[in-house]
């Protein structure tokens, strides 16, 4: 079974600039999720889809971070103008039910470094 | 507010003895505790998992003990080997589950040969 693949896996870009990552979720996967990982930090949910639906962006700076999940599958974060602070680790992760309870499966990230 | 907290930033063991990795947490609407093992440029994999109406919960080699009146977990491996040494974070969540993952910031882990 192939996993949660996401691209791309390094990006370098000037503040003030846009950037835009893909996710792909295990196939099935009701549920996905993107969690943004600060150095040393642990994950912090961004935002979570059930199917196509926002279940809770609560913690995503919507000012300059959008995401949306076409047809329920793919999903893509953009952060459009990026700050220094925004440089991190961005896993993308989905889980099979659509309540969201049972395993979250991760990607392998995408490190964004801001300069 | 750091609700999930792993004071130890790296712990070091030899192989074939006890790791214990601890967790804290102070949101008491947590009722499920979950472990992730974490290598480098891969992301979390989902090792263990306990619910608040359990105190102990056993997988092979990995342990999860839950002592809910402390509001604190630890992961018990043994025997430790040099496969273990990766980045260890504790998560919790409210409703069984189903509330958003918090997660501690990590602990490093290295067993040595």
């Known amino acids: 079974e192939a996993g949660v693949a996401q691209s791309p896996r390094y990006k370098i870009i000037e503040k003030r600039q846009s950037v835009a990552f893909w996710c792909n979720p295990i196939?099935?996967?009701?549920?996905l999720y993107w969690y943004q990982q600060i150095l040393g930090q642990g994950p912090k949910l961004l935002i979570q889809?059930?199917?196509?639906?926002?279940?809770?962006d609560s913690q995503l700076p919507k000012d300059r971070f959008s995401a949306e999940r076409l047809k329920g599958v793919d999903s893509t974060l953009k952060i459009q103008p990026a700050k220094l602070e925004d440089s991190a680790v961005y896993l993308c992760?989905?889980?099979?039910?659509?309540?969201?309870?049972?395993?979250?499966?991760f990607g392998p990230g995408t490190r964004l470094t801001v300069l | 507010d750091q609700q999930v907290k792993q004071n130890s930033p790296s712990l070091s063991v030899q192989e074939g003895r006890i790791s214990i990795l601890n967790c804290d947490y102070t949101?008491?609407?947590?009722?499920?505790f979950l472990w992730y093992k974490k290598y480098p440029a891969e992301g979390p994999t989902f090792l263990i998992s306990?619910?608040?109406?359990?105190d102990k919960n056993e997988d092979g080699r990995f342990t999860v003990f839950l002592n809910k009146s402390a509001k604190h977990l630890s992961l018990h491996i043994v025997p430790s080997q040099p496969g273990d040494s990766a980045v260890y974070f504790c998560?919790?969540?409210?409703?069984?589950?189903?509330?958003?993952?918090?997660f501690g910031k990590g602990t490093k882990l290295t067993v040595n040969p």
């Open positions: 949101n008491s609407m947590f009722d499920y």
């Open positions: 889809f059930q199917n196509n639906g926002v279940v809770d």
């Open positions: 998560a919790a969540s409210a409703q069984g589950g189903s509330e958003k993952l918090v």
């Open positions: 196939s099935g996967h009701a549920t």
């Open positions: 306990i619910s608040s109406i359990k």
């Open positions: 992760a989905s889980s099979f039910l659509f309540d969201g309870t049972d395993t979250q499966y």
